[in-house]
């Protein structure tokens, strides 16, 4: 399904031997084939940006693009002007397949930091995708076998709205930090859509979803999630509608990181209530999200609330207004902490589930918001020490 | 040694029942026997600030101090009006003891957030504290095992001024932040200053020191520095001599810390120069510091640079100038990332030695500042899953 689901896009995920694994598909290509070719796009903030980062922002700022190549195996990050020739070399190789302008074409790379991708292999697998590109469930499932690095699934959505259908794939499953929580992701559409209007939805989307889960803190060098629009379905959407659907594809994606990411065995769900603005429950709920000793805990099954308001306590008063004498925590729906206090015993909670979920009220207003985050296990150090050999 | 090395103070380490290990020492009386009683402290800004930690920057506020309890077992944290009591309670039971007024009684806690103290062990343990109070050297080392909790080691310092003297003693090897990078930490001289003057050394030395060393981001709510001083000596020190050995005391206590670091195997400094001003540069430090990917790749004795500059990325622009086409990364001397390209390749590097050296450059001005922090490892994410168990 993913990318394929809307009318109008093919797809194809080949083994075009630029990751490691040997058997592993490693390079996708998905082309939009009309009657439109808008597309909006949300980038990371680091200032270390990728090459295809830098090519592809510039490329989707008119609001048209042809195609999009991703591959795993490498992140052409931290790779000079060198780097950013190679983007363009690989934008430049699928237009000439596509009969497109290169800066139709939009490029997404993912994988150690620091080295050159083996654009020979890039080339050849640009290609070979080109000579398999079809519009069947089967090649948007290849596309996104062909992102992945440390995933252990492939991560996918579809929708149908009144008349028109949204797909999509992401991966991602370390490197995860608000602004901007992704790896590589796109969605399509065959909606009848602006590039004003994909931005407007996928702004607020991304803002909402991406940006709300937090597996370790860590920001990447490539994130990119593209929104591409093909028009094929012939039909214009409610605007309410399809911006939902569009939160939707985000909200799914995202959480299917959290439920993917390295070595987690909890999926963690922070709620903050009672804020002063959505603003001050995010600050807070972000701030717990971050602690390592909480991550710790909720691994080992210990619902450690101090844990939870001693990060909570970290925020300074400028950035979110409580008092510490009346904040309430419940773990898994038990109020362990009531009024800054222990409250019901620890040992009610059940932390067996997969998912757990931390409510948190400040009593300083009406607003709340949501993080993702995931537990801190042995499996995420194992990954990460070895990440690279 | 620790804090009885200076003249004028007499010290006691007893085992009081109050933690879970059957025969650890527990509880911590340090007495300044005078002629002066002038204190200093500086003390976490968690917002769910301890019991303790409430009485003891109220009763120093006057510059004046007879002696400070401090026990492990329990943080006396997020406990309410009924933990200021026994804090209050603590206090007055020393006061009585030691003929002097509650509010010149320091109190220090240690442990698990959320818990009431068991306050007949305390007191009892007051009393037998009192009971075996001494100025040898045994009895310094004795407080300072008495207020470890995960740390392996006691941790000590000792130093001799012109004509005077300073010891001191720290725990912490977790929950370690900048703001206040510490858990407890008494340090004691003889020499014959003002309460100014100590808060004056403390505070410049405690920023330079435990304000920047991180193990895990986690700011405690128990954090507590103090500095105490005798007069014993009956010498008027240099200033500057002064500041300067308070500021070695902090800054070797802090180093102690990061080599005792929960389930560490490398102690990591981390140095952004190049910066446009010590405060750029900190903020860069801090960054990179925080960055468990980066950390788990230390563990793993891998030289990833992309995982520096991905974390100097996420610094925003208005908290630090620089050009990411500029910046270099030396890792343990091998300038591995050169104008934010490859620069000498990753397996020049020796990672085997405990210390482990990064090295940035800015090229942005002539202004630097180092962090210490550690590797993430699997025996760190054992420890705090089951620390409360």
Same mark, same amino acid.
Request: glycine fraction near 10%.
């Given at each position: ?12 995920? =080949?083994? !075009?031997? /630029? ?6 598909? %490693?390079?996708?290509? =998905? ?73 139709? /074409? ?73 602004? +901007? ?20 939805? +996928? ?41 939902? +659907? =569009? ?22 769900? /922070? ?15 972000? !701030?717990? !999200? ?32 409580? %008092? ?37 009220? +400040? ?19 194992? /990954? ?6």
């Amino acid at each position: 399904m993913s990318v394929t689901y809307a009318q109008g896009f093919s797809a194809a995920g =080949v083994n !075009a031997g /630029i990751s490691a694994k040997p058997d592993k598909k %490693d390079l996708a290509l =998905v082309v939009n084939d009309g009657p439109l070719d808008a597309v909006a796009g949300v980038f990371t903030p680091n200032r270390f940006r990728a090459a295809p980062v830098r090519w592809t922002s510039a490329s989707v700022a008119d609001g048209h693009a042809k195609a999009v190549v991703l591959n795993s195996g490498g992140a052409n990050a931290c790779t000079g002007q060198a780097g950013y020739e190679q983007s363009s070399a690989t934008a430049k190789a699928a237009a000439q397949l596509l009969g497109a302008d290169a800066n139709d /074409i939009a490029v997404c790379s993912t994988g150690l930091i620091g080295e050159l991708l083996p654009l020979k292999q890039i080339l050849a697998g640009v290609q070979a995708a080109y000579g398999t590109l079809a519009a069947e469930d089967q090649a948007g499932v290849d596309a996104s076998l062909a992102i992945m690095t440390t995933d252990t699934t492939p991560k996918t959505f579809t929708a149908q709205g009144t008349g028109y259908r949204i797909g999509g794939m992401v991966k991602g499953s370390g490197m995860i930090a608000p602004q +901007l929580a992704t790896m590589l992701c796109v969605i399509t559409t065959d909606a009848v859509v602006s590039p004003g209007q994909l931005q407007a939805a +996928l702004g607020v989307a991304a803002d909402r979803s991406f940006n709300r889960i937090d597996v370790d803190g860590c920001m990447s060098t490539n994130d990119t999630v593209l929104l591409m629009a093909s028009g094929a379905s012939q039909v214009e959407p409610d605007p309410k509608e399809f911006n939902d +659907l =569009v939160a939707q594809a985000c909200a799914s994606l995202a959480r299917q990181i959290i439920g993917d990411a390295e070595g987690a065995s909890h999926d963690v769900r /922070i709620t903050v209530f009672g804020a002063k603005s959505e603003d001050e429950a995010l600050t807070c709920a972000r !701030a717990i !999200a971050a602690s390592n000793l909480l991550k710790c805990a909720i691994y080992g099954n210990d619902p450690n609330w101090g844990r939870v308001v001693s990060s909570l306590g970290t925020v300074p008063p400028e950035r979110a207004v409580y %008092d510490a004498d009346e904040v309430d925590v419940a773990i898994n729906g038990i109020k362990v902490c009531d009024g800054g206090k222990p409250g019901r015993d620890r040992s009610e909670v059940d932390m067996t589930p997969r998912e757990v979920h931390i409510d948190v009220d +400040l009593h300083a207003g009406g607003e709340q918001a949501t993080v993702w985050t995931d537990d801190l296990t042995n499996d995420y150090v194992h /990954i990460n020490a070895d990440y690279e050999s």
